[in-house]
């Protein structure tokens, strides 16, 4: 029987701890807490950054966070906090219990994404494109 993405996002949402936009501008500016940014360069550009977060693609995550890739970075080795998000919390969801599984923690996610920050009216910083 197949496992649709609603299944794996109900077992995510179960196993990973989820703030709300504005539990997450709390941390904004923590020096112990790291957001990173899941969404594709093309959404950044069109929609912006949260300022200060870092960005790595849903598809570049498991590479990043293992010490033993060549592709580590160092920051997901650092002892922080990580919050994770993309434009509406699913891929978050998903990479927060993926990034759990491998063994970071703590780790959060923010509900409903970063389009949810921004209708919250929470900082946004605009991109300028290239």
């Known amino acids: 029987m197949k496992k649709g993405y609603r299944a794996l996002l ?8 989820a703030l709300s936009p504005l539990e997450a501008a709390e941390l904004l500016g923590d020096d ?5 940014d899941l969404r594709d360069p093309r959404e950044i550009e069109r ?14 995550l498991e590479f990043w ?18 919050v994770f998000f993309c434009a509406g919390g699913w891929r978050s969801a ?4 993926t990034a759990q599984d491998m ?14 920050w921004k209708a919250a009216g929470l900082p946004v ?6």
């Open 47 to 60: 929609e912006g950054n949260m300022p200060g977060a870092r960005h790595c693609t849903r598809g570049m």
């Open 10 to 17: 109900d077992e995510a949402n179960a196993e990973i701890e």
């Open 65 to 82: 966070i293992d010490p033993e890739s060549p592709y580590h970075k160092s920051y997901f080795a650092s002892g922080k906090t990580f």
């Open 32 to 36: 112990a807490t790291i957001f990173v």
């Open 103 to 116: 063994g970071l923690t703590p780790v959060k996610h923010i509900t409903g994404g970063f389009g949810a």
């Open 94 to 97: 998903l990479a927060t219990k």
């Open 125 to 130: 910083e605009p991109v300028d494109p290239k």
